[in-house]
């Protein structure tokens, strides 16, 4: 059971960072974001939400399995897990909420 919380709990999390990250695109999605100039190759923009849904849910099952390994290299995977999940966070910050796609990129 406990192998399975392992993997629940920090899902639910990530899913819910994820939810977060919107709260600072809403605005931009309505007022900013369908005016730039984008490629013909863009997707349409119901497959966004999906994507990073699919992202966020990819991402809490990978620490979970993390979580139940074993081993030296356990406290290092979190520690970069952590980052990435910072940057993939604040990503749709500095691109929708600042309207910044040079940021977005760095």
């Known amino acids: 059971m406990k192998k399975w919380c ?3 709990v920090p899902t639910f999390i990530c899913l819910l960072i994820g939810s977060t990250a919107k709260y600072f695109q809403s605005d931009s999605l309505r ?3 369908p005016y730039l100039h984008k490629s013909i190759l863009s997707p349409p923009n119901i497959a966004f939400p999906i994507a990073w849904g699919i992202i966020y849910l990819c991402m809490g099952i990978s620490i979970g399995l993390i979580f139940n390994l074993k081993g030296l290299q356990k406290k290092s995977a979190v520690f970069y897990f952590c980052i990435q999940l910072f940057f993939n966070f604040t990503w749709s910050i500095s691109f929708f909420y600042y309207q910044n796609p040079l940021l977005g990129l760095i």
């Open 6 to 8: 392992n993997i629940i």
């Open 31 to 33: 007022t900013w974001y």
